[in-house]
């Protein structure tokens, strides 16, 4: 088992920069990939990001290629994402998602998931 928290969603105007954090506890040396999913009001939930612990390979989607970067802090055992030039379509709540036995897009493959945080831009 581990345990994700997630932090650093606020209310931000587009083209605004934000950092988002994920701190994960426990079976810490289980870990294989951790990564980020949103949702936003009426829509699925959708991948944004992930990482293999192990070497930092990382994968993104379309809509937040050259945009978004994730990256990890080992002694910290904590996963960030940095969101630069924000658009209105980035409204969300941000969900940060664990798993031990792969790196995968689809949020059916996380066994792991924090509570999520607020992520808001206005226009």
């Known amino acids: 088992q581990v345990q994700l928290v997630e932090s650093g969603g606020a209310l931000v105007q587009a083209g605004d920069s934000l950092r988002l954090s994920c701190v994960a506890s426990g079976e810490i040396s289980r870990l294989y990939s951790m990564a980020w999913f949103r949702q936003g009001p009426e829509k699925e939930r959708e991948f944004v990001a992930n990482?293999?612990?192990?070497?930092?390979?990382?994968d993104y989607s379309d809509s937040v290629q050259g945009r978004f970067t994730v990256y990890r802090d080992d002694d910290k055992n904590t996963v960030y994402l940095q969101m630069n030039n924000l658009k209105p379509e980035d409204t969300a709540i941000y969900y940060c998602?664990?798993?031990?036995?792969?790196?995968?897009?689809?949020?059916?493959?996380?066994?792991?998931w924090g509570q999520g945080t607020q992520v808001t831009v206005s226009s």
């Open positions: 998602a664990a798993d031990f036995e792969s790196k995968t897009q689809m949020p059916s493959w996380y066994d792991y």
């Open positions: 990482i293999r612990w192990s070497d930092g390979g990382t």
